[in-house]
């Protein structure tokens, strides 16, 4: 007599094949996602730094100014970038990664603030001439090195910096990683985060290689940089 059904050993071989085969095509398929959720973010930051040089152009080269303040400090809408500049970035979509899991989108930043977030991505504050000696770089073609100097960053999720619409990198140098960590994200996507340049483009990178400091050779107020991208004098 023909047989027409498995046995019970087979059926468990096949629950064994089936389950062996998602085991191995879950971490793949997630870090597939993780990976396509990076490109979105990069697409995004692209589109922000092209807003960025049409801002530059219809406003006789300057840069937008700052208004979402951090912590209780206070807030000047107005100023903010994300008003300023919405005819250049038109469309609000842009301005989310999707790898961006902050609970502050839907609930307040606690403290003197109490906003909601409305940004993944946030500015340089190098870049609004409020830092001494920056105030002659406030016009996109007088930056020195535009492919390496920075302006936007991916803004921490928790914090105080959750609902700002730019960053101090110039407050960093005595412990850069944790002091940048509570402004900015920096391993968003597999250990790095992305990052938008003056000249336009967008690029990966670790917090490493954006700012780092020869300790061996430096000493207050002489720092010798290993990398330093945000600072426009510098920008490398």
Not at 8 to 29: C, D, F, M, Y
Not at 46 to 56: D, F, P, S, W
Not at 94 to 99: A, E, K, N, T
Request: glycine fraction near 6%; proline fraction near 6%.
């Amino acid at each position: 007599m023909k047989r027409s059904a498995f046995t019970l050993i087979e059926l468990l071989v096949v629950i064994a094949i089936i389950a062996l085969l998602i085991s191995i095509l879950l971490p793949a398929l997630a870090k597939s996602n993780r990976i396509a959720k990076a490109t979105a973010c990069m697409s995004n930051m692209r589109v922000m730094a092209q807003a960025l040089q049409m801002y530059a152009d219809n406003n006789e080269g300057r840069f937008p100014t700052v208004g979402f303040a951090h912590g209780g400090a206070g807030v000047v809408e107005e100023l903010a970038w994300y008003n300023t500049m919405v005819r250049e970035y038109s469309d609000t979509r842009v301005l989310r990664c999707p790898s961006d899991q902050s609970p502050h989108w839907t609930m307040p930043v606690p403290g003197g603030a109490n906003r909601l977030r409305l940004l993944s991505y946030a500015s340089n504050y190098y870049m609004t001439g409020e830092i001494n000696d920056t105030q002659d770089l406030l016009v996109m073609t007088r930056i020195p090195r535009p492919s390496t100097t920075d302006y936007w960053v991916e803004l921490a999720e928790q914090g105080e910096f959750a609902a700002a619409d730019h960053v101090h990198p110039e407050t960093w140098f005595s412990d850069p990683k944790r002091l940048a960590s509570q402004e900015m994200e920096l391993e968003r996507h597999d250990g790095h985060a992305n990052y938008a340049m003056v000249d336009g483009h967008a690029e990966p990178r670790k917090f490493e290689q954006t700012y780092d400091i020869d300790l061996a050779n430096s000493s207050l107020p002489n720092i010798a940089w290993t990398h330093n991208i945000y600072d426009p004098r510098l920008g490398w």
